[in-house]
């Protein structure tokens, strides 16, 4: 019975074909989740979200204008790690994440410097990284 020969190029194919499905699976697996939109009529009085069965209560201090900072806060009680970016809806706007740091009273903290929208628009949203889970607020800017 003579042996079996397969060509010389199969190995690598295969090789290669499984590398495929691993980093295919990863990305899936690994895929980020949409923001969940919740509403805010006022990003300056404060609002609140229940996230994943914890109440969170999100605002900014001192009025909210492009390119003057201002203090976005989070009370997330048992939270690790918060971070915030911010987009309108259609319209890229560039890099601009923020990681918020506890203070000793427990609020997450960080200044914030918005960008100037070159159509001339003040209408944002607030993502929000809440150990994972996001969420999304809807605010706008004083001209």
């Given at each position: 019975m003579a ?137 706008v800017t004083?001209?």
């Amino acid at each position: 019975m003579a042996g079996l020969s397969l060509p010389r190029w199969l190995f690598p194919v295969l090789i290669i074909s499984l590398i495929g499905v691993v980093v295919g699976l990863n990305h899936y697996l690994h895929r980020e989740q949409p923001a969940v939109e919740v509403p805010c009529s006022d990003l300056s009085a404060g609002c609140s979200a229940d996230i994943g069965g914890h109440r969170i209560v999100f605002g900014a201090h001192g009025p909210i204008r492009v390119l003057k900072p201002f203090e976005l806060w989070v009370k997330a009680p048992g939270a690790r790690q918060i971070q915030a970016s911010f987009a309108m809806k259609g319209m890229d706007m560039g890099f601009n994440l923020y990681t918020l740091r506890p203070g000793p009273d427990g609020v997450f903290r960080v200044r914030v410097t918005l960008p100037v929208c070159v159509s001339g628009r003040h209408d944002w949203f607030v993502v929000l990284d809440v150990d994972g889970k996001k969420f999304s607020a809807p605010f706008v800017t004083q001209p």
